[in-house]
């Protein structure tokens, strides 16, 4: 059995991040100046773990082989995270408790839609959050912070907002994004608004120099792994994240 040490090497977390890219996409924007602090690092072997204590839910990642991984979870003292694993088998100190079973899809040869999306800033703050709030957990990951990145795009009609994408994170020091917060108002599905404000925040990554982009999508919503690969994305591969709470021990 290997040890478990907490790290804040930040030069040895992030060599071993860049192992698996795509699946470290967050933890690696988790690197940067402001979040960084935010995080509490243990490594095993060479298996990583993450809890992150920006936002509530408290994202737990973890990385490595199975064992590093059991060992890892085994050691850490997040009572309750939101639990984001590549293989179930790999633990057993943690139970789900509503898991989620994913795509993690990634950027390969990007198609742009050629649709028209336009910039969403902090400004648009409040058109945003009302959008969001007609239905269906639209928003869930949305942080007004996120605004900031300049990643934001939307549709409009009738001067009302219908369809927004951005990013729920990106580091341009890690070349890395996650794009999020992909919604559009029920009235209006079924048009491609999704795929346009989507086309658009890719397009503007790309531009910025963002070599690794990726996102999450549930492995029964098929209608929007469809549209995500109309636009280049490729499914990397699937994992499980959900609210997870530490096993009594004994």
Known sequence: MQTVQRTSDRAEIRRRLNFDRVWSIYALADLDAGLFDLCDWWICGEGLALVFKGISIIPIFVSGNREEVRQLLAALPAERGYLN????????????????????????????????????????????????????????????????????????????LVAVAGVHVVSHAEGV???GNVFTREDHRGRGLAQVVTSAVVSALIEAGIETIGLNVEHTNALAIAAYRKLGFRTAFEYWEGTAVKKPIG
Do not use: C, K, W
């Not at 390969?108 to 957990?137: K, S």
């Open 85 to 160: 694993l590549r293989d179930l088998d790999a633990q057993d100190s943690y139970v789900y408790q509503d898991p989620h079973r994913m795509h993690r899809m990634v950027v390969d040869r990007f198609q742009a839609n050629p649709g028209m999306a336009v910039l969403l800033g902090l400004d648009h703050l409040d058109e945003i959050q009302a959008l969001y709030a007609t239905g269906d957990g639209g928003g869930v990951a949305f942080g007004a912070f996120q605004l900031e990145t300049g990643f934001f795009r939307g549709v409009y009609h009738d001067n009302q």
């Open 177 to 179: 994004a996650g794009v």
